[in-house]
């Protein structure tokens, strides 16, 4: 795909059952979504389905056609509910079989004799897909077009990340600006807000309230690639904030 660096987008999928189930609790979302945000790549999506491989299917085809990359994690590991590799081949119409530059990274950790069917699992790999090393178990991810596929354990999924990262072109970095509303209700501020949005199209307004230990507090975020348009939403919100702290 032709990838237009003003316009740099992502998706995250995450595969599991035990993630819907609440079983396990998603750590890579935020991660993900982190280091996306640094290097300038807008994070636009996040799905997570269960282990189906029409569900998987769909959402890969979906997601890599929708973005200028696609994310997944989970479901790469040696048991039978394992299925993302293959499903992620189905979405290419390509081959999958035992990859021996993949079997070659589990015999760094394994005697040979110990590679048995499950594990060797691991090591079915899609058809043309490029290996994303895996320092901490050996088992490889892929990655095949605009898809990468990685493990769901977080520690092994940021390690992949960090082969990855550097091997991706970037967009302009997102600038965000923060203004502390403290106390003021946004129920005061709401419609001049809005008004404010209107006249930065580049340029992402929110409120987002939180809980302090003085009670609630707001804050006010300006976020855009473009520094002077940034600078002038924000000297705009700090003058409402101002006008209406009297």
Request: aromatic share 4%; net charge negative; with cysteine.
């Amino acid at each position: 795909m032709t990838i237009d660096p003003t316009a740099m987008t992502a998706a995250i999928l995450v595969i599991g059952d035990e993630i819907l189930s609440g079983r396990t609790k998603d750590k890579n979302i935020g991660t993900i979504a982190d280091y996306l945000t640094a290097v300038g790549i807008d994070l636009r999506e996040v799905r997570i389905v269960p282990d189906e491989p029409d569900a998987i299917v769909g959402a890969v085809n979906a997601l890599r056609a929708a973005h200028t990359y696609l994310f997944t994690t989970g479901g790469i590991g040696p048991t039978h509910d394992d299925i993302t590799a293959d499903c992620v081949a189905e979405a290419f119409g390509v081959g999958i079989d035992v990859d021996p530059r993949a079997k070659a990274m589990l015999l760094e950790r394994h005697k040979p004799e110990d590679l048995n069917e499950a594990r060797l699992r691991m090591a079915r790999i899609p058809d043309g897909a490029d290996l994303i090393a895996n320092p901490i178990s050996k088992a490889p991810g892929f990655r095949i077009g605009n898809v990468f596929v990685m493990a769901g354990v977080p520690s092994i999924m940021q390690a992949m990340l960090d082969q990855v990262g550097p091997t991706l072109p970037t967009g302009a970095r997102m600038l965000s600006e923060t203004v502390e509303a403290g106390n003021l209700p946004e129920g005061n501020y709401a419609a001049d807000l809005a008004e404010i949005a209107k006249s930065y199209a580049d340029v992402s307004i929110g409120s987002y309230p939180s809980m302090t230990k003085d009670g609630f507090a707001n804050r006010i975020v300006a976020r855009g690639k473009d520094a002077a348009s940034v600078a002038r939403a924000r000297a705009e919100i700090e003058a409402l904030v101002a006008r209406l702290r009297g």
